[in-house]
T-cell receptor, first 115, second 114 residues
Framework: AQSVTQLGSHVSVSEGALVLLRCNYS??????LFWYVQYPNQGLQLLLK??????LVKGINGFEAEFKKSETSFHLTKPSAHMSDAAEYFC????FGGGADGLTFGKGTHLIIQP | DGGITQSPKYLFRKEGQNVTLSCEQN?????MYWYRQDPGQGLRLIYY???????QKGDIAEGYSVSREKKESFPLTVTSAQKNPTAFYLC?????????????FGPGTRLTVL
Protein backbone atom coordinates (compact mmCIF):
# COMPACT_ATOMS: atom_id res chain seq x y z
CA ALA A 1 0.00 0.00 0.00
CA GLN A 2 1.16 3.48 -0.75
CA SER A 3 1.48 6.26 1.80
CA VAL A 4 2.87 9.77 2.12
CA THR A 5 4.43 11.54 5.08
CA GLN A 6 4.91 15.28 5.13
CA LEU A 7 7.28 16.34 7.87
CA GLY A 8 6.08 19.47 9.62
CA SER A 9 2.47 20.58 9.64
CA HIS A 10 3.68 24.21 9.66
CA VAL A 11 6.83 25.70 8.15
CA SER A 12 7.77 29.35 8.59
CA VAL A 13 10.38 31.12 6.47
CA SER A 14 11.34 34.72 5.90
CA GLU A 15 10.57 36.44 2.63
CA GLY A 16 13.50 35.84 0.29
CA ALA A 17 14.70 32.73 2.14
CA LEU A 18 14.86 29.18 0.85
CA VAL A 19 11.65 27.16 1.04
CA LEU A 20 12.01 23.44 1.79
CA LEU A 21 8.93 21.27 2.27
CA ARG A 22 9.59 17.61 2.99
CA CYS A 23 7.76 14.63 1.56
CA ASN A 24 8.57 10.95 2.02
CA TYR A 25 6.60 8.21 0.37
CA SER A 26 6.11 4.51 0.70
CA UNK A 27 5.37 2.48 -2.39
CA UNK A 28 6.01 -1.09 -3.43
CA UNK A 29 6.24 -0.19 -7.12
CA UNK A 30 7.55 2.84 -9.03
CA UNK A 31 5.45 5.79 -7.92
CA UNK A 32 4.04 8.85 -9.55
CA LEU A 33 4.49 11.82 -7.23
CA PHE A 34 2.69 15.14 -7.16
CA TRP A 35 2.84 18.44 -5.31
CA TYR A 36 -0.30 20.54 -5.09
CA VAL A 37 -0.89 23.97 -3.57
CA GLN A 38 -4.11 25.13 -1.93
CA TYR A 39 -4.99 28.71 -1.09
CA PRO A 40 -7.63 29.35 1.59
CA ASN A 41 -11.10 28.09 0.67
CA GLN A 42 -10.01 27.05 -2.80
CA GLY A 43 -9.36 23.85 -4.66
CA LEU A 44 -5.95 22.32 -5.27
CA GLN A 45 -3.65 23.47 -8.05
CA LEU A 46 -0.92 21.26 -9.47
CA LEU A 47 2.61 22.59 -8.87
CA LEU A 48 4.54 19.74 -10.45
CA LYS A 49 4.60 15.98 -10.90
CA UNK A 50 7.19 13.23 -11.23
CA UNK A 51 6.60 10.53 -13.81
CA UNK A 52 10.11 8.99 -14.04
CA UNK A 53 11.26 11.09 -17.00
CA UNK A 54 13.71 13.13 -14.89
CA UNK A 55 14.55 13.13 -11.21
CA LEU A 56 14.58 16.93 -10.94
CA VAL A 57 11.17 18.30 -11.77
CA LYS A 58 10.48 21.97 -12.35
CA GLY A 59 7.04 23.34 -11.68
CA ILE A 60 5.14 26.56 -11.68
CA ASN A 61 5.89 29.66 -9.59
CA GLY A 62 9.60 28.81 -9.31
CA PHE A 63 9.13 25.56 -7.38
CA GLU A 64 11.02 22.38 -8.07
CA ALA A 65 11.30 18.93 -6.51
CA GLU A 66 13.87 16.17 -6.65
CA PHE A 67 12.97 12.49 -6.66
CA LYS A 68 15.43 10.45 -4.59
CA LYS A 69 14.66 6.77 -4.75
CA SER A 70 17.28 5.78 -2.17
CA GLU A 71 15.71 8.15 0.36
CA THR A 72 12.11 7.61 -0.83
CA SER A 73 11.77 11.37 -0.84
CA PHE A 74 10.31 14.06 -3.06
CA HIS A 75 11.05 17.33 -1.28
CA LEU A 76 9.75 20.62 -2.66
CA THR A 77 12.03 23.65 -2.83
CA LYS A 78 12.03 27.26 -3.95
CA PRO A 79 15.18 29.40 -3.77
CA SER A 80 13.51 32.60 -2.63
CA ALA A 81 10.17 32.78 -0.84
CA HIS A 82 7.57 35.35 -1.78
CA MET A 83 4.64 36.49 0.31
CA SER A 84 2.28 35.03 -2.28
CA ASP A 85 3.69 31.54 -1.56
CA ALA A 86 1.83 31.42 1.75
CA ALA A 87 -0.57 28.49 1.36
CA GLU A 88 -1.13 24.82 2.17
CA TYR A 89 1.01 22.35 0.25
CA PHE A 90 0.16 18.71 -0.34
CA CYS A 91 2.33 15.87 -1.54
CA UNK A 92 0.54 12.94 -3.18
CA UNK A 93 1.41 9.56 -4.65
CA UNK A 94 -0.15 7.08 -7.01
CA UNK A 95 1.40 3.81 -8.05
CA PHE A 96 2.45 2.71 -11.52
CA GLY A 97 0.03 0.08 -12.65
CA GLY A 98 -2.53 1.11 -10.10
CA GLY A 99 -6.11 1.70 -10.96
CA ALA A 100 -7.91 5.00 -11.05
CA ASP A 101 -8.56 4.88 -7.37
CA GLY A 102 -7.38 8.35 -6.61
CA LEU A 103 -4.28 9.84 -5.13
CA THR A 104 -2.98 9.20 -1.63
CA PHE A 105 -2.28 12.54 0.01
CA GLY A 106 -0.08 13.61 2.84
CA LYS A 107 -1.66 15.65 5.60
CA GLY A 108 -0.32 18.89 4.23
CA THR A 109 2.19 21.55 5.26
CA HIS A 110 1.08 25.08 5.94
CA LEU A 111 3.74 27.48 4.64
CA ILE A 112 4.00 30.79 6.49
CA ILE A 113 6.04 33.62 5.02
CA GLN A 114 7.43 36.17 7.47
CA PRO A 115 7.95 39.68 6.10
CA ASP B 1 -12.87 28.18 -20.34
CA GLY B 2 -12.38 24.52 -19.49
CA GLY B 3 -12.59 23.49 -15.89
CA ILE B 4 -14.48 21.99 -13.01
CA THR B 5 -17.32 23.73 -11.26
CA GLN B 6 -18.79 22.86 -7.90
CA SER B 7 -21.94 24.23 -6.38
CA PRO B 8 -22.90 25.55 -4.01
CA LYS B 9 -19.77 27.08 -2.50
CA TYR B 10 -21.29 26.96 0.99
CA LEU B 11 -24.01 24.59 2.15
CA PHE B 12 -25.76 24.30 5.46
CA ARG B 13 -27.64 21.20 6.49
CA LYS B 14 -29.78 20.27 9.42
CA GLU B 15 -29.15 16.97 11.07
CA GLY B 16 -31.14 14.17 9.45
CA GLN B 17 -31.25 15.78 6.02
CA ASN B 18 -29.71 14.51 2.82
CA VAL B 19 -27.92 17.06 0.67
CA THR B 20 -26.46 16.82 -2.83
CA LEU B 21 -23.27 18.52 -3.95
CA SER B 22 -22.88 19.27 -7.63
CA CYS B 23 -19.74 18.69 -9.70
CA GLU B 24 -19.53 19.43 -13.42
CA GLN B 25 -16.53 19.31 -15.76
CA ASN B 26 -16.14 20.40 -19.37
CA UNK B 27 -12.65 18.94 -19.82
CA UNK B 28 -13.97 15.80 -21.53
CA UNK B 29 -12.32 13.73 -18.81
CA UNK B 30 -13.35 10.13 -18.28
CA UNK B 31 -12.50 9.85 -14.58
CA MET B 32 -14.00 11.84 -11.73
CA TYR B 33 -13.39 11.80 -7.97
CA TRP B 34 -14.78 13.07 -4.70
CA TYR B 35 -12.53 13.87 -1.76
CA ARG B 36 -13.24 15.04 1.75
CA GLN B 37 -10.86 17.46 3.47
CA ASP B 38 -10.70 17.97 7.23
CA PRO B 39 -8.20 20.26 8.99
CA GLY B 40 -4.88 18.50 9.48
CA GLN B 41 -6.11 15.35 7.74
CA GLY B 42 -5.22 15.90 4.13
CA LEU B 43 -7.66 14.66 1.51
CA ARG B 44 -9.45 11.35 1.71
CA LEU B 45 -11.14 9.62 -1.23
CA ILE B 46 -14.90 9.09 -0.98
CA TYR B 47 -15.88 7.74 -4.41
CA TYR B 48 -14.43 7.62 -7.89
CA UNK B 49 -15.72 6.86 -11.36
CA UNK B 50 -13.75 5.88 -14.45
CA UNK B 51 -16.65 5.77 -16.90
CA UNK B 52 -20.30 6.66 -17.15
CA UNK B 53 -22.65 4.44 -15.15
CA UNK B 54 -19.81 2.98 -13.11
CA UNK B 55 -18.28 4.09 -9.81
CA GLN B 56 -16.26 2.61 -6.97
CA LYS B 57 -16.05 3.22 -3.24
CA GLY B 58 -13.02 4.96 -1.89
CA ASP B 59 -11.60 4.89 1.62
CA ILE B 60 -14.49 6.64 3.39
CA ALA B 61 -17.66 5.90 1.37
CA GLU B 62 -19.96 5.16 4.30
CA GLY B 63 -22.80 7.66 4.49
CA TYR B 64 -22.26 8.94 0.96
CA SER B 65 -23.71 8.05 -2.45
CA VAL B 66 -22.94 9.10 -6.02
CA SER B 67 -24.23 8.71 -9.56
CA ARG B 68 -22.56 9.05 -12.95
CA GLU B 69 -25.29 9.30 -15.55
CA LYS B 70 -23.39 11.75 -17.74
CA LYS B 71 -19.70 12.02 -18.49
CA GLU B 72 -19.52 15.63 -17.33
CA SER B 73 -21.42 15.25 -14.06
CA PHE B 74 -20.67 13.43 -10.81
CA PRO B 75 -22.98 14.56 -7.98
CA LEU B 76 -22.34 13.52 -4.39
CA THR B 77 -25.14 12.98 -1.88
CA VAL B 78 -24.32 13.25 1.79
CA THR B 79 -26.92 11.15 3.58
CA SER B 80 -28.18 11.31 7.13
CA ALA B 81 -26.14 8.17 7.79
CA GLN B 82 -22.91 10.19 7.61
CA LYS B 83 -22.06 10.79 11.27
CA ASN B 84 -19.86 13.84 10.90
CA PRO B 85 -20.45 15.47 7.53
CA THR B 86 -19.09 18.94 8.31
CA ALA B 87 -16.06 19.26 6.00
CA PHE B 88 -14.71 20.75 2.79
CA TYR B 89 -15.59 18.61 -0.24
CA LEU B 90 -13.47 18.62 -3.37
CA CYS B 91 -14.30 17.17 -6.75
CA UNK B 92 -11.58 16.29 -9.27
CA UNK B 93 -11.28 14.81 -12.72
CA UNK B 94 -8.54 13.24 -14.80
CA UNK B 95 -8.27 12.34 -18.45
CA UNK B 96 -8.15 8.57 -18.40
CA UNK B 97 -8.05 7.55 -14.79
CA UNK B 98 -4.55 6.08 -15.07
CA UNK B 99 -2.13 6.23 -12.16
CA UNK B 100 0.06 8.97 -13.64
CA UNK B 101 -2.75 11.19 -14.87
CA UNK B 102 -2.98 14.62 -13.35
CA UNK B 103 -6.10 15.27 -11.33
CA UNK B 104 -7.66 18.69 -11.71
CA PHE B 105 -9.68 20.04 -8.83
CA GLY B 106 -12.79 22.16 -8.51
CA PRO B 107 -13.06 25.07 -6.06
CA GLY B 108 -14.79 22.99 -3.38
CA THR B 109 -18.00 23.05 -1.34
CA ARG B 110 -17.93 23.74 2.37
CA LEU B 111 -20.67 21.79 4.13
CA THR B 112 -21.73 22.69 7.65
CA VAL B 113 -24.21 20.73 9.71
CA LEU B 114 -26.25 22.88 12.03
Amino acid sequence: AQSVTQLGSHVSVSEGALVLLRCNYSSSVPPYLFWYVQYPNQGLQLLLKYTSAATLVKGINGFEAEFKKSETSFHLTKPSAHMSDAAEYFCAVSEFGGGADGLTFGKGTHLIIQP
Amino acid sequence: DGGITQSPKYLFRKEGQNVTLSCEQNLNHDAMYWYRQDPGQGLRLIYYSQIVNDFQKGDIAEGYSVSREKKESFPLTVTSAQKNPTAFYLCASSMGGLAGDTQYFGPGTRLTVL
